[in-house]
């Protein structure tokens, strides 16, 4: 080897080094040199022809400083961040990739995407404390149970009004469901239930937690044995739907996370569709929820699906609304948010359950029959008492008065005395 030869050699590469001289002096059998370097017996005659046709350097691979045959062009890597700069700022380099595959036809590794990203400054690596939690194995079977929850966020980023996701996750395959509305509460729950169990079925238990809307804020009273029930609660009671309640939102933490990842995905979602109302949101969603469920649902334990199928002669209507218990008076009357409504059918009852359906219509029902009735539009109203005007009479002094002392006051004479006589 000349001296004006230089080569840089790992340890790895003195090691081989050092191994194939001992072979090519025969202080060891070739065979031998091979176990130690843990390489075939063919490779090793390689080396040692390498090293006794080019020195030293033989031993170095020949691909060490030229660029990969698998690179990426620069103009690809300048390009993905250039367009990750205008067009995805705050995706994540997972869901920028795909982004970049299918809206510009752009294929780049998420790593590669994230490591370009780091060195360039616009990705920060994040690294998470995470609390000590008891793993809680999967639900064996589909539909044994669901968690559901709402999520308020800013979903469109300032184009449109704050809304909530009523989200669904199935425990033991991770499938979602989901719903946009304008709050929280009995109805959106309700009428979110009724389209989940429309496409997959009754399931067997839902978890959730101690928002009003799922439990009661009544106590429980001494004198009275059953627990008092949401109107939600109360349409579960009615499906044979059994309802449990989580203690913390860790508990349910298969529907936090999901949440927290629709926060990042599908909202950069619809910012490139520029959705910016409920109505458009739930438009969508349809049509990307299973696509998400294709590429994140996990197979159950079991294959067996617990969800029950809706019976044709069940009345969902009917359980899916609100109910108020309402008292019947003696000319078959009915009050209910300040209108009077007469009841058309003769019954022999004294209270019937007014129904506030999810549609915006309502019935009268007394053992689940819905009767007639009609709103009193014209109330006859009682004439205002008019107030009696009195003449005031002067009470008449006693006979010790000292008005009745005419001497001894000297205002006697405008006094009544005076103007009686």
């Not at 449109?160 to 109805?187: N, P, W």
């Not at 058309?344 to 004294?350: G, L, N, P, Q, V």
């Not at 359950?353 to 009682?382: C, W, Y």
Request: proline share 5%.
């Amino acid at each position: 080897m000349a001296g004006k030869d230089i080569f840089e050699m790992s340890q790895r590469d003195l090691k081989r080094l050092h191994i194939v001289r001992k072979a090519i002096d025969r202080e060891i059998k070739q065979t031998e040199g091979a176990v130690i370097l843990c390489l075939s017996a063919r490779q090793m005659r390689r080396l040692i022809r390498r090293v006794r046709e080019e020195g030293d350097g033989g031993i170095i691979h020949k691909a060490r400083g030229r660029s990969s045959n698998r690179g990426i062009l620069p103009e690809v890597k300048k390009t993905a961040i250039e367009l990750y700069r205008k067009k995805y700022e705050g995706f994540g380099p997972t869901l920028a990739s795909e982004k970049m595959l299918e809206l510009d036809g752009i294929s780049v590794n998420d790593e590669t995407l994230r490591s370009w990203l780091i060195r360039s400054g616009d990705w920060k690596k994040t690294r998470k404390d995470r609390k000590h939690r008891h793993w809680r194995e999967r639900k064996h079977h589909f539909g044994k149970m669901v968690q559901i929850d709402g999520s308020h966020h800013d979903w469109f980023e300032g184009r449109g009004a704050k809304c909530v996701l009523m989200g669904y996750i199935d425990d033991a395959t991770g499938k979602v469901f989901g719903r946009f509305y304008g709050h929280e509460g009995t109805a959106p729950a309700m009428d979110s239930f009724k389209r989940y169990i429309r496409k997959y079925g009754i399931p067997v238990s839902i978890y959730l937690d101690k928002h009003r809307t799922y439990k009661s804020p009544i106590k429980q009273s001494l004198k009275d044995d059953t627990e008092p029930l949401s109107e939600f609660q109360r349409a579960m009671k009615e499906l044979g739907v059994k309802v449990i309640h989580a203690h913390s939102p860790q508990a349910k933490g298969r529907i936090e996370r999901l949440f927290r990842t629709f926060q990042d995905r599908l909202i950069k979602e619809m910012r490139l569709r520029e959705i910016k109302t409920i109505q458009e949101a739930n438009t969508f969603l349809p049509g990307y929820l299973p696509i998400y469920n294709r590429r994140f649902a996990v197979k159950p334990k079991e294959k067996a699906d617990l969800h029950r199928p809706v019976p044709k002669e069940l009345n969902i209507d009917s359980i899916l609304c609100l109910k108020t218990e309402r008292v019947l008076r003696n000319d078959f009357t009915v009050s209910f948010n300040t209108k009077l409504y007469q009841i058309e059918d003769k019954i022999k009852a004294t209270r019937v359950i007014v129904e506030e359906r999810l549609n915006g219509t309502m019935l009268i029902t007394h053992d689940g029959a819905p009767l007639k009735f009609s709103e009193i539009t014209q109330i006859p109203q009682k004439p205002k008492p008019v107030p009696i005007r009195r003449k005031h009479l002067h009470p008449k002094p006693l006979a010790d008065h000292p008005w009745r002392k005419i001497k001894n006051n000297p205002f006697a004479k405008n006094s009544w005395i005076w103007r009686k006589a």
